[in-house]
């Protein structure tokens, strides 16, 4: 009878120490179910497969997540806070333009937003004239207003930090295609472009450039013209040789698009003669040579039409009266002269006088 009861306490303690273990093991699975679906299930549900968050500079950990939450990107703020905490995101909020995947974790979103994996911006420029312009066109892709970038652009002082003056900074700019972080500074943009033209240059362009006894400056501020002057790429060349025709001459370029720049007028479709007295160094009906700097930034294909112009004997060269964008080229001042009263014609025809 003893050995029973005993035999039944032993059983009975038996039994509750396995519900204990048991009830603990299932505690600890429950726990670190918990822990997991923190840390590892998804907590971004979205509309679409993907959103663009932007943090501006100098935001705080508490406003990046009311961001999150406000924008319906999280779904547990708890559970996003608790994994930036243990990850220290908290402490270290990088500004950029982060793509959020739908259906991520909290693990891979702090990740990305810790380490300031951001997904950058093809920022795209040309047809730019001026470097407030300018500034207005990469404020539409960077963080920066067009204000700031503008003030950066165009103080003597940023343009003689790169080895220009205020008139040939232009020349530094090379219009095309560039991927930038959108948080990128005025003065990071600034060295980016100085990198970007030295690669642009180094090479075949700087020989060709000394071949034609020209700096860079000289060759862009020659481009900037010709970009003016047509409105097909097949021309640049030929109208370079013009140019360059005149320059060895010592005859004065004569150049329209520099009256404009002048005047301050790019938009005129006629220039007079009066309009070409104005003083002003950039006036080539005045001065020889080229202009103290561009007018404009020219684009690839007009600089490479300097640096590959076509040789010939042409020193003139009128728009056609057709208003196809398209010149006749002429060897003497006769025929130009023939040429420049159809152009005329054409544009009182078309009752166009300014």
Known sequence: MFER?????????????????????????????????????????????????????????????????????????????????????????????????????????????????????????NNIDRLDQ????????????????????????????????????????????????????????????????????????????????????????LASIVDKETLHDDENSRIAGVYINRLEKGIPLQADPTVKFALNDITRKRILNADKNIDSPYNTYRFKGLPPGPISIPSISAIDGVLNYEEHKYLYFCAKPDFSGYHAFSRTLAQHNRNAREYQKALNRNRIYR
């Open 5 to 125: 009861r005993r035999t039944q306490r032993i059983g009975k303690a038996v039994r509750i120490s396995m519900l204990i273990v048991f009830l603990g093991i299932f505690v600890m699975v429950l726990v670190v179910y918990h822990l997991y679906s923190r840390i590892y299930v998804s907590n971004v549900s979205l509309e679409g497969d993907q959103v663009i968050y932007y943090i501006p500079t100098g935001t705080t950990f508490e406003q990046v997540v009311n961001g999150l939450e406000e924008e319906g990107i999280i779904v547990s703020r708890r559970s996003f806070i608790w994994v930036a905490e243990k990850k220290r995101y908290d402490r270290q909020v990088k500004p950029g333009r982060y793509k959020i995947m739908d259906g991520v974790s909290n693990n891979t979103l702090v990740n990305m937003l810790r380490s300031g994996n951001q997904d950058p911006v093809m920022l795209v420029f």
């Open 134 to 221: 300018l500034a207005g066109r990469v404020s539409d892709y960077l963080e920066g207003d067009s204000a700031e970038f503008a003030t950066f652009l165009t103080t003597g002082e940023t343009a003689g930090r790169y080895g220009f003056d205020q008139a040939t900074f232009p020349s530094m700019f090379i219009p095309n295609t560039y991927e930038f972080y959108w948080n990128t500074t005025p003065e990071e943009f600034t060295e980016r472009m100085k990198e970007e033209y030295e690669l642009f240059w180094k090479g075949e362009r700087d020989r060709k450039a000394g071949r034609l006894e020209m700096t860079r400056a000289e060759v862009t501020t």
